[in-house]
């Protein structure tokens, strides 16, 4: 009984996920045949129109069975995203200052290897001159 379940599952996620290819490849043909046709017709119901395909096409995919699990899956993600610690104001000016210096102090010292290494190749060429 669980197979046939499941057999049945899989193929109604495959008509969905095909369903989903068709509507977006006709919105892109839409779109497409309307700005051919109908020059000027406003660019804003187009949008609307593509918009109203994709949140369709969206609401199918999340229908399918990985569109489940891909729900769950944000779901705890934005609830992990509550958890989150921010930094304060002062925290974040002071560690972004520390990275400027560090940035600057870096910079300085491959300046310097730069242009040690230079003079030295400067001075061997010199040499075999």
């Not at 109203?52 to 609830?79: D, H």
């Not at 974040?92 to 230079?118: K, Y």
Request: hydrophobic share 60%; charged share 15%; net charge positive.
């Amino acid at each position: 009984m669980n197979a046939q379940l499941e057999k049945t599952s899989a193929g109604l996620d495959m008509f969905k996920w095909v369903l989903v290819v068709a509507i977006v490849i006709a919105t892109i043909w839409g779109n497409q045949w309307v700005d051919k046709q109908y020059a000027d017709f406003p660019s804003a119901y187009r949008i609307l129109g593509m918009l109203a395909a994709g949140a369709f096409s969206l609401a199918v995919a999340l229908t399918t069975t990985k569109g489940k699990v891909f729900r769950v899956f944000a779901n705890e993600a934005r609830i992990e995203a509550r958890k989150v610690v921010w930094p304060t104001r002062q925290e974040t000016i002071q560690t972004t200052m520390v990275v400027i210096l560090f940035t600057i102090i870096m910079a300085l010292f491959l300046w310097a290897i730069d242009v040690s290494l230079v003079s030295l190749i400067e001075w061997i060429m010199g040499l075999g001159a």
